[in-house]
């Protein structure tokens, strides 16, 4: 299949997605310029495409054509220094600290496939003959730096993802001071942005609004892509909704420091880079040597921001997560860590294995504690033995005694961390990071490990190898607590500390890679204080996410529902904790916290023991209510209907996009939760969407049947239900399909 054309008498490249097409001018055989990235467009265009105004104290194009404005061309990689005063995508200097600024020989090439990027986390195509990839190849003859832009089309879901290298074949290093891995410059269009920005506890909460003139910029410098800002954001227009309207969505496939820059400009232009943080980033670059920039992901719809999340969460799903976990269904999980905190042994384990097994948990995870002397957070990170006062007969023996229970068994990890107070950090004082002979700065008691150095990683990769050979382990949570302070390494030569954020991440990946190339049937869930580093990134090998240390239920209406404009339910995970809530004190009914958790990744996080019959009873009928959906829920597609952020509703639905031997079409849910009661309301009215005309969908528990035009454009009335916090889930099965 052919994904990429040429047109060589206009010098136009073109990717086509199913719906989009992201268009390149060829100008002067010097430099790549944008033209279109949108709803698909053919060009004919033969001459002009960029306006050739005579405007006061603008620089021209190059000094052998007069004819453009340099201000005025959209670049596929905007560069510095030559009249385009926008904000650059990347800065590179010479051996003599001169600023490269071309003029560029620019060749094109065209494979089949899609190559994997060295080192880094990057989309992975299903099937290689389902895609071309093109490169567009920058040759600055000065310095010998070979400036290489990659972009792939992936048709389904009307996504290109995007990455740089540079390639030194001169004979002088060369500083890259800043390279983002997109820049995308489009014509004046009014544009909104929605990003996602929190805190711990409070991760992912949307937020939208208009460009201005000016830079709107967000990031992390924290080390990781953080808690604060995720590296994941969206362009509209005004009128674009949740199901009409044209959506641009950006995703970075990194898990460290970040930049997003915006710059609407005079003209109402706007450039758009995204990439490593330039603020934490410098890299030398040797004669031989090549430097790749993490990918960038890009993703189409006309179809409202639903029609945006649709194709992020099929895209992540079926090319970011690792193969093993593609397609297979997720257990229902137990995790001990609000149940037990430290304070736990053997058999309070297994006693709450006893109850997890009898009401519909498949998966056991034991949380913080298990290893050294862990009874508090001040101690052990880095010593992984287990604490055989708690676990007297060692991992195996409690795992078995939960496999026993027909459950499988799942471990907490912290690997990239030491605690100051460890046997670790006495005998490897060297091995975190730190600024030599200065203090470093607190956080959680811990430290981070070094992991641009190779014997940390060594270390990790046999620590990890052990553990998981020592017993019948099928999960990993493997959280990272603290940010980066203080970011020196003693084995990094003066000239390259500030690439030390960059090769931290480079690290991570690397242990990741291994273990998980050694392991590839442990599910490994990604967590950081929550859901501190929630990103492809991450996802790439983790293909499950603790969402966020806030389990209330109200809380985490709104937290899932912004990590849903970009990420899939099935990577979020979610957990019916005790009430009062231990992080906002809320008391809300075991229905409703059910009810928001099986919208995510589902589990219990509670004392088991500490539950009545009736609860227990109550809690097997959920867990065997999300078994039976599991399929819709997990791989269905998932609609936002009413948004927390604009009311005290939510509402959102699960349907199959389209029905195969697994997944049947047949019936769709209804989640609608509300959050604060107020007198003399309205009936809540909906519209649902993607349903079938001409079919009559049954209501389960009224027994009412309606036409799917009627649901879609007349809308539907849910019962008013008294008081805070209440929610109703609501099947929906077509007519007749019963049994089909
Ligand atoms: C932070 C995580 O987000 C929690 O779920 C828990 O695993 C603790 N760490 C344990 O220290």
């Known amino acids: 299949m052919s994904t990429i054309a040429f047109d060589s008498d206009n010098k136009i490249v073109s990717l086509y997605g199913k719906k989009s097409s992201y268009n390149i001018k060829l100008y002067n055989t010097s430099l790549p310029l944008h033209l279109h990235w949108g709803a698909k467009t053919c060009l004919s265009v033969k001459k002009s495409f960029f306006p050739a105004n005579d405007r006061g104290f603008m620089i021209l194009a190059e000094a052998r054509d007069n004819s453009y404005l340099v201000e005025e061309m959209q670049f596929e990689y905007g560069f510095a220094e030559n009249g385009d005063f926008r904000v650059p995508a990347f800065r590179v200097r010479d051996g003599q600290n001169y600023p490269i600024t071309g003029p560029f020989e620019l060749t094109t090439y065209i494979y089949r496939g899609k190559n ?37 089309m992936f048709p389904k879901y009307d996504a290109v993802t995007r990455h740089v290298r540079f390639s030194n074949e ?7 001071e800043k390279a983002a891995s997109m820049s995308l410059d489009l014509y004046n269009w009014e544009y909104e942005l929605l990003y996602l920005h929190g805190a711990w506890a409070r991760e992912r909460q949307l937020q939208r609004r208009p460009l201005q003139s000016g830079t709107t910029a967000f ?74 920039t993490p990918e960038a992901l890009m993703i189409y719809s006309d179809e409202g921001l639903n029609g945006m999340s649709h194709n992020f969460h099929g895209f992540i799903r079926n090319h970011i997560f690792p193969p093993p976990f593609q397609k297979a269904e997720r257990p229902i999980l137990f995790n001990n860590w609000e149940a037990t905190y430290f304070d736990f042994d053997e058999r309070g384990l297994v006693e709450l294995s006893d109850i997890a097994a009898d009401i519909g948990v498949e998966l056991f995870v034991l949380d913080d504690g298990w290893f050294g002397e862990r009874n508090t957070d ?28 027909e459950l499988q068994f799942g471990l907490w990890l912290e690997p990239e961390m030491m605690s100051l107070n460890s046997k670790l950090a006495l005998a490897h004082p060297e091995w975190y990071i730190s600024i030599p002979n200065r203090p470093v700065a607190e956080g959680r008691n811990q430290l981070v490990l070094d992991l641009s150095r190779s014997d940390v990683r060594e270390f990790l990769i046999e620590t990890l190898d052990q553990i998981l050979s020592s017993a019948p382990i099928s999960c990993v949570k493997w959280d990272m607590n603290r940010y980066l302070t203080n970011v020196a390494s003693s084995q990094l030569p003066a000239s390259q500390q500030q690439e030390l954020y ?50 209330d239920a109200v809380s985490r209406i709104k937290i899932q529902y912004g990590t849903s ?43 088991l023991r500490a539950l009545s019959d009736t609860e227990l009873r109550q809690i097997t009928q959920q867990s065997s209510f999300y078994a039976q959906h599991r399929r819709l829920l997990q791989f269905g597609r998932f609609l936002r209907i009413k948004s927390p952020f604009e009311s005290s509703e939510a509402v959102w639905m699960f349907i199959h996009s389209a029905a195969s031997a697994e997944d049947s079409s047949d019936y769709f849910l209804l989640f609608w939760f509300r959050l ?39 809308g539907i009335i849910l019962p008013q239900l008294e008081g805070d916090y209440v929610s109703q889930v609501y099947i929906f099965q077509k007519k007749g399909s019963e049994n089909s």
Not at 117 to 145: F, V, W, Y
């Open 116 to 152: 994997q990027i060295p080192g880094l986390p990057s989309a992975r195509p299903e099937n290689a003959q389902d895609l071309e990839t093109l490169e567009l190849r920058m040759h600055d003859s000065k310095s010998g730096l070979w400036i290489t832009l990659s972009y792939s």
């Open 219 to 292: 990031g992390s410098i924290r080390g990781t892509s953080s808690h604060q800002f995720n590296p994941s954001f969206a362009l509209v227009s005004p009128q674009t909704t949740e199901f009409s309207g044209e959506a641009y969505g950006f995703s970075f496939v990194y898990s460290g420091n970040f930049l997003s820059e915006l710059e609407l400009n005079h003209d109402n232009n706007l450039r758009l880079n995204l990439g490593l943080h330039p603020d934490t980033f410098e890299w030398q670059l040797q004669p031989g040597d090549s430097f790749n």
């Open 170 to 176: 001169g004979s002088r290093p060369v500083k890259i």
């Open 676 to 714: 604060h009661a107020e007198a003399n309301l309205p009936s809540p009215r909906v519209k649902l969407a993607y349903l079938e005309e001409n079919v009559l969908y049954e209501e389960k528990s009224s027994g009412l049947s309606y036409t799917g035009s009627e649901l879609m454009h007349r």
């Open 378 to 405: 001040r101690t052990s990170l880095g010593d992984w033995t287990v604490n055989t006062e708690k676990l007297p007969n060692g991992l195996k023996g409690l795992a078995e005694e939960i496999e026993k229970r």
């Open 565 to 607: 404009l970009f990420y899939p339910p099935i990577s979020m995970g979610a957990h019916v904790s005790a009430v009062p809530n231990h992080q906002v004190g809320r008391t809300t009914s075991l229905e409703f916290r059910g009810h928001t958790a099986m919208s995510g990744n589902f589990g219990y996080e509670l004392d």
């Open 502 to 551: 960059h090769r931290y991440v480079l690290g991570l990946y690397h242990v990741l890679d291994e273990i998980t190339a050694k392991y590839p049937k442990v599910l490994f869930e990604g967590c950081s204080g929550g859901g501190g580093r929630f990103d492809l990134g991450v996802l790439y090998y983790m293909p499950q996410y603790w969402t966020s240390d806030n389990t």
